[in-house]
């Protein structure tokens, strides 16, 4: 008969954490999530496992916390993964104690994760900045929003604790100001308009976000023309929500998808007549930037906002449109 030994992934020492006042009424793998970094998704699995407990006792991902519940965690060593610094060049547009604002590239990864551990933009920070928050997860740390490997622009990474939870209540209560630049297919009718739509994972796919779900949730995005060039438009839009994938799966449901966007309508060219011949416009990435990022200082409560011009790879797809 075979020994069964206790199982080594749980031979860390136990985090106990107790409930308060604000956190009564919290799903268990909510507030485990919050207080933890831990991804839900991984919190919930831990409870399945019974690694889990409130007050010694194994309850659902469902349980409602209560005022002086106290919930133990047993983090598995898998858990404990080291972001490595690694001296990648990234432009930074502004950096002080509290937070940094950066210029992200199209194509760089933002955290680690399954199949990018080395390489990312958490990666290059932790290399370049001289400390980093705690909250967020060891491989996430200071991540209050994100933008997708193949979108470009400004984003904001908190490098202090209270810095990260006021960010995140920034964009918690969308008083953060978000302006994306994309080209998107066909000749749009309208000057302007907005899209709202609830947002969820797509029945077929859930690794795809679609409109097309029962349990979706608030989703609003504001746009308006920029420049018309026949087979494809640029256009300005402005969050309302920060729903994942918002900006690409919104306008796919309209029949007009980002261009070079491979997941979300698959328009990846577009016709074009050039002295009298018609040539492809083959797009490499999904064209959307995120153009313009302002939110209040969590120091000095002063509105700051912060911007990024069209990287060259739009840039140069506009001219062959034009």
């Given at each position: 008969?075979?020994?069964?030994?206790?199982?080594?992934?749980?031979r860390l020492?136990a985090?106990?954490i107790a409930?308060s006042?604000?956190d009564?009424?919290?799903?268990?793998?909510?507030?485990?999530?919050?207080?933890?970094?831990?991804?839900?998704?991984?919190v919930?699995?831990?409870?399945?496992?019974?690694v889990?407990?409130v007050?010694?006792?194994?309850?659902?991902?469902?349980?409602?916390?209560?005022t002086?519940d106290v919930?133990?965690?047993?983090?598995p060593?898998e858990e404990?993964?080291?972001?490595i610094?690694?001296?990648?060049?990234?432009?930074?547009?502004?950096?002080?104690?509290h937070?940094v604002?950066?210029?992200k590239?199209?194509?760089?990864?933002?955290?680690?994760?399954?199949?990018?551990?080395?390489g990312t933009?958490l990666?290059?920070?932790?290399?370049h900045c001289?400390k980093?928050?705690?909250?967020g997860?060891?491989l996430?740390?200071?991540?209050?929003?994100?933008?997708?490997?193949?979108?470009?622009?400004?984003?904001v990474?908190?490098?202090?604790?209270k810095?990260?939870?006021?960010?995140a209540?920034q964009?918690?209560?969308r008083?953060?100001?978000r302006?994306?630049?994309?080209?998107?297919?066909?000749?749009?009718?309208?000057?302007s308009?907005?899209?709202?739509?609830k947002i969820?994972?797509?029945?077929?796919?859930?690794?795809k976000?679609?409109?097309?779900?029962?349990?979706?949730?608030?989703?609003?995005?504001?746009?308006?023309?920029?420049k018309?060039?026949?087979?494809?438009?640029?256009?300005e839009?402005?969050?309302?929500t920060?729903?994942?994938?918002?900006?690409?799966?919104?306008?796919?449901?309209?029949?007009?998808?980002v261009?070079?966007?491979r997941?979300y309508?698959k328009?990846?060219?577009?016709?074009?007549k050039?002295e009298?011949?018609?040539?492809?416009?083959?797009f490499p990435?999904?064209?959307?930037?995120a153009?313009?990022?302002?939110?209040?200082?969590?120091?000095?409560k002063?509105?700051?906002?912060?911007?990024?011009p069209?990287?060259?790879d739009?840039?140069?797809?506009?001219?062959?449109?034009?």
């Open positions: 008969m075979e020994d069964r030994k206790q199982d080594t992934k749980y020492q985090i106990s409930a006042q604000s009564i009424s919290k799903r268990l793998d909510v507030f485990v999530s919050e207080k933890t970094g831990i991804t839900r998704s991984q919930q699995k831990l409870i399945k496992e019974g889990i407990l007050n010694n006792k194994a309850e659902s991902q469902n349980y409602k916390v209560k002086n919930i133990t965690i047993h983090k060593e404990k993964e080291v972001l610094p690694e001296a990648i060049p990234i432009k930074i547009l502004y950096i002080d104690e937070f604002v950066v210029d590239p199209a194509g760089m990864v933002v955290y680690p994760a399954a199949g990018h551990n080395r933009l990666n290059a920070l932790a290399y001289k980093m928050a705690d909250v997860g060891p996430r740390p200071g991540v209050v929003h994100r933008l997708d490997k193949d979108t470009s622009g400004v984003m990474i908190a490098l202090d604790d810095a990260y939870y006021d960010l209540e964009f918690k209560r008083t953060i100001n302006k994306y630049a994309a080209i998107i297919y066909g000749n749009i009718k309208e000057d308009g907005e899209i709202e739509m969820g994972r797509a029945v077929s796919d859930r690794k976000m679609s409109t097309q779900t029962k349990r979706g949730k608030e989703a609003v995005t504001k746009w308006k023309i920029i018309r060039f026949g087979s494809a438009t640029l256009i839009a402005k969050l309302r920060g729903r994942t994938h918002q900006i690409r799966v919104h306008f796919s449901a309209i029949g007009h998808p261009l070079g966007d997941t309508g328009k990846t060219e577009v016709e074009v050039v009298g011949i018609r040539k492809k416009i083959i990435r999904q064209m959307l930037h153009e313009t990022l302002g939110f209040v200082h969590p120091a000095t002063e509105y700051i906002e912060f911007s990024s069209l990287p060259k739009m840039e140069d797809c506009i001219k062959k449109l034009e």
